[in-house]
């Protein structure tokens, strides 16, 4: 065989193995590399629910503890858990804390969920995700979802039904985040 075929065979080989690797990772991901306890939190990307939306992602809060709830406006559990998480801003925003609430309802409901906003008060970053990515970067199984993400980056904790954030549980957990060294 000349080198010429050796390098062609080679050439083809390197073509299958990237093409299996590129695959595994982007079919098998979830498998691969979930997003649990402990991993990097994935970026995503939602969108403010001003006349004028503006994008907002994970990095434009970094270095912040931060609260992820995933949720809708039509789903019951995400209805009885809002109250505690206003009450838990109203607590910890002063001391750090920002939460966002991503609500993956369908495209066009902007003005369902900012009723949903006034209905209920809520004083912190709520969010829209139409395309629900979020969903599908986070792994969701279930609305609400929810993440607490460290100043690290880090997700520290992931609940995957209501809450009640009011309780003493979480309040300890929030607090133990807020006072833990900045990281670089």
């Not at 809002?82 to 309802?105: F, H, Q, R, T």
């Not at 995700?129 to 279930?142: E, F, L, M, N, R």
């Not at 309040?171 to 006072?179: G, H, I, K």
């Amino acid at each position: 065989m000349t080198v010429r075929k050796q390098l062609a065979v080679a050439c083809v080989v390197l073509a299958i193995v990237a093409a299996i690797a590129y695959g595994a990772t982007r079919y098998l991901r979830k498998e691969l590399f979930p997003v649990q306890l402990g991993s990097k939190a994935p970026d995503f990307k939602a969108f403010t629910l001003d006349s004028l939306p503006r994008e907002r992602r994970l990095s434009d809060y970094r270095g912040k503890v931060l609260l992820i709830n995933v949720w809708a406006t039509w789903c019951l559990p995400c209805r009885v858990e809002m109250p505690s998480i206003e009450a838990l801003n109203k607590a910890y925003a002063a001391k750090g804390l920002k939460i966002v609430a991503v609500s993956i309802d369908d495209p066009g409901t902007d003005a369902t969920i900012r009723a949903f906003v006034k209905q209920y008060g809520l004083t912190f970053d709520v969010l829209h995700d139409p395309q629900g990515t979020i969903s599908d970067a986070y792994d969701v199984g279930g609305y609400p979802e929810t993440f607490i993400v460290g100043k690290d980056g880090v997700i520290r904790k992931k609940l995957m039904q209501a809450t009640d954030w009011n309780s003493p549980e979480a309040r300890a957990l929030v607090d133990r985040l807020l006072t833990e060294p900045t990281t670089s």
